[in-house]
Structures are given as structure tokens and as C-alpha cells.
């Protein structure tokens, strides 16, 4: 479903600020993975996330996504197909701290002018129950613990039924039982068939995963 061949990633190519963040990465991802992006900081991870999201593209190389060839889309299309196809997770939640639990959910939907009130409403509840926090949808996002706002966090990147959950970082600002709470949620997310991608510098969090793709200087060591 996402595979890379060759890719190459270089920030202000030709100065002499150039920085090669990825070096000729092949990869591919199936339908149903539970995968691990793991290395220290600075090796690549976030890069290779956004590449696979489809919030920054290759400086050459190939990635397709679902059999689309993503760099001959233009910026609105691939909006378009990463607002259906990727959810994304970030490590500092990246919530509005003074809304509701409910409307932090319902933030993708906005967006989104073929799904209808009604829908709406059963699209957050659902979102919601599948992260186990039914009962806070009311609750102000300051109000609840980290590891709360991290599943809200979720519940918004599910909301619009992506099938590929991407996620930065999302255990690192969180204490290690709540970080293997949050981890039970992108398996549980997992059985239910969603492919999951997830960025971390920590080997026991990237142990939970099924697959551990080690990235060190912008190369793929192990896999
Ligand atoms: N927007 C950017 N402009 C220039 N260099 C960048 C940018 N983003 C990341 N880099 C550089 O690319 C390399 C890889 O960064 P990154 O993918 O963020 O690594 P990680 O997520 O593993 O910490 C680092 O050397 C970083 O400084
Ligand atoms: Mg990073």
C-alpha cells in the first residue's frame, strides 16, 4: 500500500546548508502493518513520516500510495487524498486547549462538506468509544491528563475513517504506563485492520510494534 523506491530527501538542496535527511530509501508498507519507524534524533524519522503522509514530498524517487503516484499530484489533490487516506498523531497533541473534547474530534469534519450533521455526531462518537473516552466528550481539553488528550488526539486522526494512522512521537511527552496505555490503542486500532505507522526514539515502545524499521542518518539499517 505505501511503497518507496529510491527516495531521496534533501532540505536547500545546492547551498551550503544542504542537509540529505534520506538517503535512497526503499520501502514498503502492507495493508494491516503495524510498523515502528525507530533511531536516534535527527536520523530521518519525521522526514520519512511526512513523506508517507504526504505533508512533504521527495526530493527524487518514487512513492506510491494505494497505486497512486504521488508526485504527479498536484498540492490540492494530495490534500485531498491524505485528508481520506492518513490520519495523523502528533507528540504534543497539537489539541485547542479551550474547546471541548467533542469539538477537537469534529475538527477534520469541518473540512469536509459531504458528511451532514447527523453523520457527523455518530462519526465523533464512534471516533471516541474506539479510544475509550466516551465519557469525556463534554469535558475541556484542559481539563484532562496528557494521556487523555493523546487519545483525543487519536479519536480526530480516526475520525474521517482513514485507513493509515500515521503518528510522530505520540508517546514521548507521556509517562512509560501511560505511553503502553496509548500503545494498547494503536493495536487495538491495528486488529481492527488499520495500517499504523508510529515514529519513536524508544526501543520498548518501538517493541510493541510488529515491524521495526531502524533508520540511522538518513539510511534504513535494519528492518
Ligand atoms: N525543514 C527542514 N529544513 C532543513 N533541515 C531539516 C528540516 N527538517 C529536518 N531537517 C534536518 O534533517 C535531518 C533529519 O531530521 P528529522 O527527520 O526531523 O529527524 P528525526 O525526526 O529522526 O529527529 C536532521 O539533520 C534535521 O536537522
Ligand atoms: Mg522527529
Redesign the pocket.
Given at each position: 500500500m505505501m511503497t518507496l523506491k529510491n527516495v531521496n530527501?534533501i532540505?536547500?538542496p545546492r547551498t551550503d546548508?544542504a542537509?540529505h535527511?534520506?538517503k535512497n530509501i526503499n520501502l514498503n508498507i502492507e495493508d494491516g502493518e503495524l510498523t515502528a519507524i525507530m533511531?536516534?534524533?535527527?536520523?530521518?524519522?519525521?522526514?520519512?513520516?511526512?513523506i508517507l503522509g504526504c505533508i512533504d514530498t521527495a526530493t527524487d524517487g518514487e512513492y506510491i500510495l494505494n497505486g497512486y503516484d504521488v508526485q504527479k499530484y498536484s498540492s490540492n489533490t494530495l490534500a485531498e487524498i491524505r485528508n481520506e487516506e492518513i490520519g495523523f498523531v502528533l507528540q504534543n497533541f497539537g489539541l485547542m486547549n479551550d474547546k471541548t473534547v467533542y469539538e477537537n474530534i469534529s475538527y477534520p469534519l469541518i473540512f469536509n462538506p459531504a458528511v451532514k450533521y447527523k453523520m457527523m455526531k455518530k462519526l465523533i462518537n464512534e471516533a471516541a468509544a474506539s479510544v475509550g473516552i466516551s465519557e469525556l466528550i463534554k469535558k475541556n481539553v484542559s481539563e484532562i491528563s496528557g494521556g487523555q488528550k493523546q487519545r483525543v488526539a487519536i479519536a480526530r486522526a480516526i475520525v474521517n475513517r482513514p485507513n493509515i494512522i500515521l503518528a510522530?512521537?505520540p508517546t514521548a511527552a507521556l509517562d512509560k504506563k501511560t505511553a503502553f496505555e496509548i500503545m494498547e490503542v494503536f493495536r487495538e486500532l491495528n486488529a481492527k485492520g488499520k495500517t499504523v505507522v508510529i515514529?519513536t526514539?524508544d526501543r520498548s515502545i518501538a517493541e510493541k510494534c510488529r515491524r521495526i524499521i531502524e533508520?540511522d542518518d538518513?539510511n534504513i539499517v535494519s528492518d
Open positions: 530527501k532540505y536547500d546548508i542537509v535527511a534520506l533511531g536516534v534524533s535527527g536520523s530521518g524519522k519525521s522526514t520519512l513520516l511526512h510522530d512521537e515514529v526514539h533508520l538518513g
